[in-house]
């Protein structure tokens, strides 16, 4: 059963990959994707982990011991915490090589989010109960109006394809 998607979403994503989420499971450049995310996530947290531990030491002399101590366990607090919410789900995913879905129709919604200087627009799409931030350039090309399945990363929530009937 293959069903064509319509020209405005299919740039979006790689027939393979689509091919495999309609199988249940992610592709091979999706899989590269997550194991990619979760390196660099690690990465990062041990390199701004180290040097605010080296932040922290040169501090800790001032308060001896005791600071030096509290110090390591507040890191390891945030480690694990870190490792728990933000490196094992994506890993999860990545291990069980399952692509959920999900089928409805489309609600779109928009809204600029500000941060100091920056305003940004974001955008996403809410299919069923499942809500999806993406790129501008997706957010026009799904339409509102048709029955839409949204595959995506049970652990995570993070999309992978979408993939609308054709007209």
């Given at each position: 059963m293959t069903t064509e998607l319509p020209p405005g979403v299919a740039r979006f994503f790689d027939?393979?990959?689509i091919a495999a989420n309609r199988a249940g499971r992610l592709a091979p450049t999706q899989a590269a994707r997550l194991l990619r995310t979760v390196v660099l996530r690690v990465i990062g947290y041990v390199v701004s982990g180290s040097l605010a531990f080296m932040l922290y030491?040169?501090?800790a002399e001032a308060t001896g011991t005791a600071g030096l101590v509290l110090g390591?366990?507040?890191l390891a607090v945030l480690a694990v915490v870190l490792l728990v919410f933000q490196v094992l789900p994506p890993l999860l995913d990545l291990v069980s090589g399952r692509a959920e879905a999900v089928s409805g129709t489309v609600r779109k919604e928009s809204w600029?989010?500000?941060g100091g200087l920056s305003r940004n627009r974001r955008y996403q799409i809410q299919v069923a109960d499942q809500a999806f931030r993406v790129g501008?350039?997706?957010f026009a090309a799904v339409s509102g109006d048709d029955?839409?399945?949204a595959y995506f990363l049970p652990r995570t929530g993070e999309l992978l394809t979408v993939e609308e009937p054709r007209p």
């Amino acid at each position: 059963m293959t069903t064509e998607l319509p020209p405005g979403v299919a740039r979006f994503f790689d027939p393979a990959a689509i091919a495999a989420n309609r199988a249940g499971r992610l592709a091979p450049t999706q899989a590269a994707r997550l194991l990619r995310t979760v390196v660099l996530r690690v990465i990062g947290y041990v390199v701004s982990g180290s040097l605010a531990f080296m932040l922290y030491t040169i501090r800790a002399e001032a308060t001896g011991t005791a600071g030096l101590v509290l110090g390591v366990v507040v890191l390891a607090v945030l480690a694990v915490v870190l490792l728990v919410f933000q490196v094992l789900p994506p890993l999860l995913d990545l291990v069980s090589g399952r692509a959920e879905a999900v089928s409805g129709t489309v609600r779109k919604e928009s809204w600029i989010s500000t941060g100091g200087l920056s305003r940004n627009r974001r955008y996403q799409i809410q299919v069923a109960d499942q809500a999806f931030r993406v790129g501008r350039g997706l957010f026009a090309a799904v339409s509102g109006d048709d029955e839409t399945t949204a595959y995506f990363l049970p652990r995570t929530g993070e999309l992978l394809t979408v993939e609308e009937p054709r007209p």
